[in-house]
């Protein structure tokens, strides 16, 4: 087993890996850039070790330092996270050669997957299903315009090469065709280093269904069901659910078995992600996600199963703890994603330091976080502040326990996206599960949010105006709100 | 005409509030019908999101253009009930504490404050040492200028006269110098960051 654990990771993850090798007893190293000095994980970790000052591409993203770390700390592990260094096969082999044992796919594994295009021909190998599609990349534009035509409008155009939701183009009429491909190209070429493009199907207003799979190193594999993660701004999930509402038991048992045949055929180790989309009925294969997902804590609620702990288990040699049939859905779970950004204004992040905060609790209710109070919010990274997760007996419960439980949380000094989570839950169509990857934008979420807001404001400056009874206008320039206390306390005015 | 029940919850239950997202959303206000010298704005701050708002002086708060109307009640146990009104039988209630310095909304803490809004002059400095240009705040209408080229002005003096949404702003000098250069005329429509006035510094003249 391993006995000292790096984990080469900040916030939220961070914390989550730490907590999971303190069950198995590990020794737990953290690293942190002086950005994240006073950071949470630093402190919950045995050792921290700091990785300097700088970009992540100084710190967080440097191979050559993190490595060094795990030598000079004579850890035996390395657990990637995700994001950072968690799927870079270079980082993932330099962990091996220097003999660490690493949390994480085989590398090997991931380069079979490799690129969109490649992954494509071993799913559809193994009879995953995959979007109507070219299987080579783009040659000449005749190609171009006899596989559009075959597969029809709309088409996507993708870099083979791309990820995070960029190099992707719709094309709705012949008549865009070669622009689109020049562009893609051109895009490709300038973001990823390689400008190979093919054309896909463009599955309309789908939703996002993915499979959690883990394999260990002695050929075992289960899948852990689907999570459904349809609530997204800009191909950001904001809200993530297990199982989904219109995935039935026939199709989880049909699409984890593809999957789960899809990892065979490359010999996956450790935990995965298959994402498809799913439009009427369809499974289209989009990629594997070769690592842990920010998501995963709502497949452990449903089915009581730590994936982490399993990862560590699985990176220490271990045999995979479970077979498919214990791994059983019980109930339904939903993952808010708590993020310091204003939906209200085009999701602008925002900085600073987190003056109250109170977290809900109850039966059921999770609270995955690196903050804390005072805790103050680095520009530098990633705007993920913590992760509501709630539990409930079928989905109605755990939409309305959700929605209480958001009702209880405080985070002040900061403009964060609850608003947005607590208008989603109250609406009607996320209530009856017709979800899609544009429901904000075909459910006027936004506009709402705004009117709520707005609202409030008056409420709350017309109940000021009278608890003060402070003669307006001009009888004041600076805030008067600062006094409310001190009214009370002398007992005065109120 | 629909009249919700007295508050008896401290957060808006979730069918009510699924009733409230299906409604259609508040009108915009028609500025002209409002008595404008009245009207007052604010800067807001609630949950660390900004937003400016008009207040008439009595019951009615305009913002982004819409009217909310509200009516103020204090409980028997020290709560406050705001009852906000967007239109006919739209009645939204907010309970709200104050204790020990600390706001309660629904039953949370939040973060809120206000003041009377300053003029926010914005003003970017020439590659010449001492020269500032005042910019426009916001997209408006000059409606008079109070100073000519070569006017010796102090910080705080009035520069020009800027209606914008309805509002009068007076566009003051934040710096002290003399005006060298004038950029708009009266009636001239302007947008924002459009230049308004040039001042330099008179020690470098």
Redesign the interface.
Do not use: C
């Given at each position: 087993m391993i006995e000292r654990l790096l984990i080469a990771n900040r916030g939220e993850i961070a914390v989550r890996i730490i907590r999971a090798a303190r069950t198995l007893e590990m020794e737990t190293v953290a690293v942190y850039s002086e950005q994240d000095r006073y950071g949470f994980h630093t402190r919950l970790a045995d050792h921290s070790v700091s990785l300097g000052s700088g970009p992540a591409i100084d710190n967080y993203l440097n191979i050559h330092k993190m490595i060094e770390v795990a030598k000079d700390q004579e850890v035996d592990a390395i657990h990637p996270g995700y994001g950072f260094l968690s799927e870079s096969t270079e980082f993932a082999k330099a962990v091996i050669n220097e003999g660490f044992k690493w949390v994480g796919p085989n590398p090997e594994a991931i380069s079979k997957l490799g690129d969109k295009l490649q992954s494509r021909k071993v799913a559809s190998k193994v009879g995953v299903p995959i979007t109507p599609g070219c299987e080579e990349a783009l040659d000449s534009n005749k190609d171009a315009l006899r596989i559009a035509r075959e597969i029809g409008y709309p088409v996507m155009i993708k870099a083979a090469y791309g990820g995070g939701g960029m190099g992707m183009q719709v094309v709705r009429s012949e008549d865009n065709l070669i622009r689109a491909i020049k562009n893609t190209k051109r895009q490709a070429k300038a973001a990823f280093g390689r400008s190979d493009v093919f054309i896909e199907k463009f599955v309309e207003k789908p939703r996002h269904i993915e499979i959690q799979f883990i394999a260990d190193k002695k050929g075992h594999i289960v899948h852990m069901g689907e999570r459904e993660c349809s609530i997204q701004r800009r191909n950001q999930k904001l809200i993530e659910e297990a199982p989904s509402p219109v995935i039935t038991d026939e199709m989880r048992e049909y699409i984890g078995n593809k999957v789960k045949e899809l990892g065979k055929s490359v010999g996956y180790v450790n935990a995965g992600t298959a994402e498809f989309l799913f439009k009427d009925g369809e499974f289209y294969f989009n990629e594997v996600n070769a690592r842990l997902q920010v998501e995963h804590p709502v497949t452990e609620m449903v089915t009581g199963k730590d994936i982490v702990i399993e990862q560590l288990k699985i990176a220490s040699d271990r045999r995979l703890s479970w077979k498919q049939e214990d791994i059983q859905m019980n109930g339904h779970a939903i993952e808010l994603r708590i993020n310091a950004e204003?939906p209200?204004?085009n999701f602008m992040p925002?900085f600073?330091k987190i003056?109250?905060l109170?977290i809900p609790g109850g039966m059921g209710v999770r609270f995955d976080t690196h903050i804390y109070e005072g805790y103050v919010i680095p520009s530098d990274y990633d705007s993920l502040l913590g992760k509501l997760i709630v539990w409930g007996e079928d989905r109605s419960q755990v939409?309305?326990r959700s929605?209480?439980a958001l009702?209880?949380?405080?985070l002040?000094?900061?403009?964060?996206n609850t608003p947005m989570h607590?208008?989603i839950?109250?609406?009607?169509q996320f209530?009856k599960g017709n979800l899609s990857t544009s429901f904000i934008e075909d459910n006027n979420i936004i506009?709402?949010i705004?009117?709520?807001?707005?609202?409030?404001?008056?409420?709350?400056?017309?109940?000021?105006l009278?608890?003060t009874k402070v003669v307006?206008?001009?009888e004041?320039?600076?805030?008067k709100?600062?006094q409310?206390?001190?009214y009370?306390?002398s007992g005065m005015l109120? | 005409m629909m009249v919700d029940e007295i508050l008896s919850s401290s957060?808006?239950p979730?069918k009510k509030?699924?009733r409230?997202?299906?409604r259609k959303?508040?009108k915009k206000v028609d500025m002209d019908n409002l008595d404008k010298n009245k009207l007052?704005s604010?800067d807001?701050t609630?949950?660390?999101?900004k937003?400016q708002?008009f207040?008439d002086?009595k019951?009615g708060?305009i913002?982004?253009g819409?009217l909310?109307r509200?009516?103020?009640s204090e409980s028997n146990n020290g709560y406050?009930i705001?009852?906000?009104i967007?239109g006919p039988g739209k009645k939204?209630q907010?309970r709200?504490e104050?204790?020990?310095?600390?706001?309660y909304?629904?039953?949370?803490?939040?973060?809120?404050?206000?003041?009377?809004s300053l003029p926010k002059l914005k003003r970017i400095k020439s590659s010449k040492h001492g020269t500032f240009t005042i910019l426009a705040p916001l997209p408006g209408v000059i409606t008079e200028i109070n100073v000519k080229v070569g006017d010796s002005v102090n910080i705080g003096d009035t520069l020009l006269t800027l209606e914008a949404m309805k509002m009068q702003n007076d566009i003051l000098a934040d710096y002290q110098g003399k005006i060298t250069k004038i950029f708009v005329k009266e009636r001239e429509q302007v947008i924002s960051n459009q230049k308004l006035v040039q001042i330099s510094s008179e020690n470098d003249n």
């Open positions: 204003d209200i204004s925002s600073g003056k109250a109170r939409i309305y929605y209480y009702s209880e949380f405080v002040t000094g900061i403009a964060i607590r208008v839950l109250a609406n009607k209530h506009p709402y705004e009117e709520a807001f707005n609202r409030r404001v008056a409420g709350l400056f017309l109940a000021g009278q608890t307006l206008p001009n004041f320039t600076s805030s709100w600062k409310v206390g001190k009370e306390n109120i | 957060v808006t979730i509030s699924m409230f997202q299906e959303p508040a007052k604010y807001i609630l949950n660390g999101r937003v708002i207040y002086g019951d708060v913002i982004n819409k909310y509200g009516k103020v406050y705001s009852e906000v967007v939204h907010y709200i104050y204790h020990d310095g600390k706001i909304l629904e039953g949370r803490e939040v973060e809120f404050d206000f003041q009377p």
